[in-house]
């Protein structure tokens, strides 16, 4: 009860949780190569990322979607009983790509894999922010909310009155799955979205009439 308002109040929290399918995926997709020198290693890794952004046009991927994540050219060393020992220079260049046909996403992986000796970590399986199922479980979560006021009032005699105060706490975006594929000689591999859970929060305080 507030000091300055002695009006008799409960404040309960709502859940609303929704399973949907996701909109997209973002796969990751690396390329890297171990040579003696760092222009050897760097070039190898170069015309395997021109070859990967050709596989992505033959795809349909649009250069939206498709971000280069990172260039990395290092010397690796062996530790032995002598020391270190180089092994020589390795080159690697990252990109990540947008999808939203799991049929591509399978496509992709075994092509990538088999053709140009890609490491692909993924797919994470997204929910958009204005994905309706969002408002959907934001409804859901307030009118959980409204039940739990009145169960709790009904414990007490009373009965729920008008909305005082009403605000978010927080929010759990859609469960992230990731699957590695390795490199075979396979034309798709099966990929499903499947459901994942959208959850909404929400924190509301009812007056409580206890006439």
Do not use: C
Not at 17 to 35: G, N, Q, S, V, Y
Not at 58 to 80: C, N, Q, W, Y
Not at 140 to 150: G, L, Q, T, V
Request: proline share 5%; no cysteine; glycine share 10%.
């Amino acid at each position: 009860m507030d000091e300055a308002d002695p009006t008799p109040r409960v404040t309960v929290r709502g859940v609303g949780l929704i399973r949907a399918e996701p909109d997209e995926a973002m796969l990751w997709i690396t390329l890297t190569a171990l040579k003696d020198g760092p222009g050897e290693a760097l070039a190898d890794v170069s015309t395997r990322a021109s070859a990967l952004a050709a596989l992505l046009d033959e795809l349909g991927v649009a250069k939206a979607d498709r971000s280069t994540s990172g260039i990395t050219v290092a010397e690796e060393f062996d530790h032995t009983e002598q020391g270190r020992r180089s092994l020589g220079h390795r080159a690697s260049s990252g990109i990540s790509v947008r999808l939203t046909d799991p049929d591509l996403i399978g496509r992709l992986v075994a092509k990538a894999t088999e053709d140009l000796g890609a490491r692909i970590a993924g797919p994470r399986w997204l929910i958009s922010l204005d994905n309706p199922v969002r408002l959907e479980a934001a409804r859901e979560a307030a009118a959980d909310a409204r039940r739990k006021a009145e169960a709790y009032a009904k414990g007490v005699g009373a009965t729920v009155g008008q909305l005082i105060r009403l605000s978010e706490p927080g929010e759990r975006g859609a469960e992230m799955h990731f699957a590695r594929a390795t490199r075979a000689s396979i034309e798709s591999i099966p990929v499903e979205p499947g459901e994942h859970d959208v959850a909404a929060s929400i924190e509301a305080t009812f007056a409580l009439d206890l006439g």
